[in-house]
């Protein structure tokens, strides 16, 4: 039941109701009404959200006043300008009780900053936690072995953790940045949006210091998580495998710590640990580095031969692993003799840069292009094109080779770039947009021009995509079109207002398919030559 009322997204239950009025912390004022009226309780030092509530909170306080939502209720909290700080041991500045289902809106700049042994936002296991907004939010847990920025307090597991929106600082003490307290798991946590920040001396994102990584999916947003510890910087505090981590897109950045004697990975396993856990990144423009001893991707550093590589998949976007000395770029930490699985699905269309990588095998490995360092590219897999969605850097010391007859596509939108001392070898095609140092065959641009008689048609230009043998027209495109095809027609999508220039073109050989398709509510000027 939780989960299904939580999964509404924007489209909230109907107990929580419109916004119904404003309370001030600071001078304990409602705007309209008071507490009863607007389902919540005020105890003087401890407003208490309950089950419907839609309110707004400002004002800044020190030294004991704080927010709760009631057991079960399902809640809408706008923070605006709000600061909570000073606070006793044990004592959140937003507590979420068992059960409760909070959708937090962030305004202007909240400060959020909990007492010894508790949470920034405290939302343990059994609580969801939705935050959207275009403001920002610092959560500070205190103490030393204690609470995450946001999820559990001490000895806690974190809640159901969504984030779409806001700018989001969250700093653990002992229990991650965000997920779980000092010794448990990170619970879930989804990322959807926003601009997140996330370090501690746990896991960044995961873990607290003995805990496991729990669920972890990045969708979007951009997202930098850090250990100061011997946690991962996505995954697994110290002692403690990666759990389960997907990154489905965004920019997410993330470090192991180097100052300890045992690091977490970049992203996967704590130092000490189990191993990387399962890994999955389809998309996204990935950057991750190990700790002391740690690998960019997988595990951890072990003296106990501990520190497996873990399952990895690798099936899309732009990474980047960076491992550290004696741990590989991508699989075990050191001292580890367990490399894990490296896996390229056929499908894939991920370009990887990696100082090393554990597992070598290439049964598993059927698709994407990988770039050791010093080693030149490994293009795996037998289709032609590599197709990348994510902004490229080829770091310093890698060349990318794209082979002869082999095609690398940067989607529309994606930038394919080197750093300084990085280089791009182009023996086959590069299409979209690649700048930086490019070696070889000149970089082919995307162009308004659809010339039917190509039989190598690239999958995308200027106002239109190509697929299954349709050119599709999209919304305010101004496209020229010539030649002549057999078995390949032109359809404008749907809603989209388009010009097409006709020069001397012939379709043909599409059965009962029609040369030139409208979907519906689509406008297009016609200029036939």
Known sequence: MLAAVFGLGSQQTASASELTATFNIETETWSSGDAASNNCSWSGTVLTVNHGANIKITGAVTGGRRIEVEASAVATITLENVSITGLGQHLSPLLLNDGAILMLTLVGENTLEAGHFSAGVRAPDGTMLRIDGTGSLTATAAGGNSGAGIGGGNNEIGGDITINGGNITATGSGGAGIGGGSSKSGGTTIINGGNITAKSSGAGIGGGADGNGGNITINDGVVNATSTGSGAGIGGGSGASGGNITINGGVVTAAGYK???????????????????????????????????????????????????????????????????????????????????????????????????????????????????????????????????????????????????????????????????????????????????????????????IDLADNSPHPYGIGWTFASNVYTILDGANVTVTGTSVGRFIAVAASATANINFENVTIGGIGTFTPLLLNNGAVVTLNPF
Request: charge should be negative; charged fraction near 10%.
């Open 259 to 449: 100052e300890t004697n045992a690091g977490g990975a970049g992203i996967g396993g704590g130092g000490f640990g189990l191993g990387g856990g399962t890994i999955l990144i389809s998309g996204g423009t990935v950057h991750a580095a190990g700790g002391y001893g740690a690998a960019g991707i997988g595990g951890g550093r072990s003296t106990l031969n501990a520190g497996d590589g873990g399952d990895i998949t690798i099936s899309g976007g732009a990474v980047t692993a960076i491992g550290d000395d004696g741990a590989d770029g991508i699989g075990r930490g050191y001292n580890s003799l367990n490399a894990g699985t490296l896996r390229f699905p056929s499908e894939s269309n991920a370009v990887v840069f990696a100082n090393s990588i554990s597992d070598t095998g290439t049964s598993n490995k059927t698709g994407g292009a990988l770039a050791l360092l010093g080693q030149g590219t490994e293009w795996h897999g037998l289709n032609t094109d590599l197709i990348v969605r994510g902004n490229i850097t080829v770091p310093d010391g890698y060349t990318l080779t794209v082979p002869f007859l082999k095609r690398l596509v940067v989607w529309r939108g994606f930038t394919l770039d080197t750093a300084a001392d990085g280089a791009i070898q182009n023996n086959g095609t590069i299409y979209g947009n690649a700048v930086g140092s490019v070696s070889g065959n000149a970089v082919e641009y995307p162009s308004n021009h």
